[in-house]
């Protein structure tokens, strides 16, 4: 990353973090004695960096992947904000639906990236059904960070201001970096693709 001619530039997101940049490459030279693997090999080096790192960032979408696990637990915010019926239930009978939902679906979730850990330490590293992982985990994520501003209302719209809470706003913010989940890793349709082709081994269309 010191080597002349190589410059990232941070891109800020809409909810006001720079995890990801722009890196550029202007004349750079790089020694021999640097590669890694052959020659105009590096897309495959590449592809394996990938399936690690889809792996790593999907273990972290139970905590700040989405509003969720940044303002706390979703079930219980929203029963604080709309209340519950007579046995303690939330009142909002659709929304407790799709709350629950979502909660079983991390549920499963959390349960595969254990089995494909397993099989990765049994193998040789990950392999594409990491984006498999990182599918889900991107769309749960995404679903439970709408949910969360749903529950909410107008108090999960605040940026600042004393106005709104540390959770509220937490919520909000982790609502629109949730929208960058499906871009890290590589994009959901790229995964989609890679499904397709290296775990179901489909065709490629005609």
């Known amino acids: 990353m010191t080597t002349p001619g190589?410059?990232?530039?941070?891109?800020?997101?809409?909810?006001?973090?720079?995890?990801?940049?722009?890196?550029?490459?202007?004349?750079?030279?790089?020694?021999?004695?640097?590669?890694?693997?052959k020659v105009n090999g590096g897309w495959e080096i590449a592809k394996r960096l990938l399936q690690y790192e889809r792996q790593n960032i999907s273990g972290g979408f139970g905590g700040g992947g989405g509003a969720g696990g940044l303002a706390g637990d979703l079930g219980q915010i929203a029963k604080s904000y709309l209340g519950t019926d007579e046995t303690g239930a939330l009142v909002d009978i659709d929304l407790r639906s799709r709350i629950t939902k979502n909660k079983m679906d991390f549920d499963c979730f959390y349960k595969t990236i254990a089995?494909?850990?397993?099989?990765?330490?049994?193998?040789?590293?990950?392999?594409?059904?990491?984006?498999?992982?990182?599918?889900?985990?991107?769309?749960?994520a995404?679903?439970?960070?709408?949910?969360?501003?749903?529950?909410?209302?107008?108090?999960g719209l605040g940026w600042e201001g004393d106005d709104f809470s540390a959770r509220e706003l937490a919520?909000?913010?982790?609502?629109?970096?949730?929208?960058?989940?499906?871009?890290?890793?590589g994009t959901s349709e790229v995964n989609i693709n890679v499904v397709a082709k290296?775990?179901?081994?489909?065709?490629?269309?005609?």
């Open 6 to 37: 190589v410059e990232t530039r941070p891109i800020r997101l809409i909810s006001g973090e720079s995890p990801f940049c722009e890196t550029f490459f202007t004349d750079v030279k790089v020694p021999k004695a640097n590669l890694i693997g």
């Open 115 to 140: 089995r494909v850990a397993a099989e990765a330490r049994a193998s040789n590293g990950p392999s594409a059904a990491t984006s498999i992982i990182k599918y889900a985990a991107a769309t749960f």
């Open 142 to 155: 995404q679903e439970r960070s709408e949910l969360m501003i749903e529950a909410m209302g107008s108090q």
């Open 171 to 185: 919520a909000t913010h982790g609502w629109l970096r949730s929208k960058g989940n499906s871009i890290e890793g």
């Open 198 to 206: 290296r775990v179901l081994g489909l065709p490629d269309p005609k």
